[in-house]
C-alpha cells in the first residue's frame, strides 16, 4: 500500500509539473505571437483607471495608434503628445511647449501598452477563458492571477483571434481585499491592411522649437509592465 501510495503521489506530482510546463509554453507562445513586429494596424485605444473611492473608470488617455512592423505613431486625442517611432529614433512632440525629446532605439526597451510582457510574473499560470468581443473583433480571452507583496493580482488579455493583436488588456489589484487598483488599456475602433506611408513615422520638427535628449523613457504608454 505504502509503495501504491508513493506511485500516485509521484503521478500526480508529474501530471503537475506537465500542466506548469505547458501553461508556461502556452504563455510564451501567445505572448510571442501578439508581440510579433510583423503587424500593421490602426486604431483608437484608451487608458482607463479605477482606485478606491472612485464608482467609475477615470480617463487617463485616448490615443490613435499607427503601427507598422516595428514602427508606430501614438497621438493624443487632447493634442497635447505625438509620439514617432521610425525604427530609429523615437520623438515626442508637445505641441504646447513646442518642445520635441528624441531617444536612440537602444533606449526604447519597454512594452508598449499593445504588447504583453511574458517574463512579468505570474504569467506561468496563463490560462484561457473563453471568447469575448473587443472593438466587433472576435478575441481569445487569456487571464493569470498571483500574488504580489500583500496583494493578488489579476491580468487578462484580448487578443484578436486572426490577427494575433491585443486589443484589451486589464491589470486588477487587490489589497486587504478591497480594491486598489484596476487598470486597463482598450480599442474602442481598429483597422487593418491600410498602410502608412513611411513620413507618418518621421518627426517634421517646426522652427523655433527647442530639440533634447530624453534621459530616459518617460512616456507611460510604452513603459506597461504587463
Known amino acids: 500500500m505504502a509503495v501504491k501510495g508513493k506511485k500516485i503521489t509521484a503521478l500526480l506530482l508529474l501530471g503537475l509539473l506537465i500542466s506548469l510546463y505547458s501553461n508556461s509554453a502556452r504563455a510564451e507562445s501567445v505572448a510571442r505571437r501578439v508581440n510579433r513586429d510583423d503587424k500593421s494596424f490602426r486604431g483608437t485605444w484608451v487608458h482607463r483607471i479605477k482606485t478606491p473611492g472612485q ?3 477615470s480617463v487617463i488617455s485616448k490615443v490613435t495608434v499607427a503601427v507598422e512592423g516595428g514602427k508606430y505613431r501614438i497621438s493624443s486625442d487632447d493634442g497635447e503628445s505625438d509620439v514617432r517611432f521610425n525604427g530609429v529614433t523615437l520623438w ?4 504646447s511647449g513646442r518642445k520635441a525629446g528624441w531617444l536612440d532605439a537602444a533606449d526604447v526597451s519597454e ?8 517574463n512579468a510574473d505570474p504569467l506561468l499560470l496563463l490560462n484561457f477563458s473563453g471568447e469575448e468581443t473587443v472593438a466587433g473583433r472576435p478575441c481569445n480571452v487569456f487571464r493569470i ?3 504580489y507583496k500583500e496583494g493578488d493580482v489579476s491580468v487578462a488579455y484580448w487578443v484578436d483571434k486572426e490577427k494575433d493583436i491585443l486589443l484589451k488588456k486589464e491589470y486588477i489589484l487587490i489589497v486587504n ?5 484596476r487598470e486597463s488599456y482598450e480599442s474602442v475602433a481598429v483597422e487593418f491592411g491600410r498602410s502608412s506611408p513611411p513620413s507618418e513615422f518621421e ?6 522649437w527647442t530639440r533634447y535628449k ?13
Open 55 to 57: 464608482d467609475l473608470f
Open 92 to 95: 515626442e512632440l508637445k505641441p
Open 111 to 118: 512594452i508598449p501598452f499593445w504588447k504583453m510582457d511574458y
Open 145 to 147: 492571477a498571483g500574488e
Open 177 to 181: 481585499k478591497k480594491l486598489f487598483v
Open 203 to 208: 518627426a517634421e520638427i517646426p522652427e523655433g
Open 214 to 226: 530624453k534621459n530616459r523613457l518617460d512616456i507611460a504608454l510604452l513603459r506597461t509592465k504587463y
